[in-house]
């Protein structure tokens, strides 16, 4: 068994160790949050461009750019639909 009186290796850390740990967290927090949020956003921003149809086949490219548009046309046309159907109470 452990001797109580002898401070574990856990007590044995400076305060000013567990600062900087903390100041390191948080900095690579914003960054992999920051990260995440932009990888997010271009993945989006691709999908909608059409960037994973055939780039050889302008037709192709085209109507899969206006069929995404068209598609958040709809949906948003939908929820607004949906709130105000919602809103008074059916």
């Not at 305060?15 to 740990?21: F, K, L, W």
């Amino acid at each position: 068994m452990a001797d109580p009186s002898r401070p574990r290796k856990s007590d044995a850390t400076p305060p000013d160790n567990s600062e900087q740990i903390l100041k390191r967290v948080q900095r690579e927090s914003d960054v992999v949050g920051a990260s995440a949020l932009a990888r997010t956003a271009d993945k989006a921003r691709a999908h909608m461009a059409g960037e994973d149809a055939d780039q050889t086949d302008m037709i192709e490219l085209w109507g899969t750019r206006i069929g995404r548009g068209l598609a958040v046309i709809g949906f948003i046309v939908l929820a607004i639909w949906l709130y105000n159907f919602l809103g008074r109470g059916g």
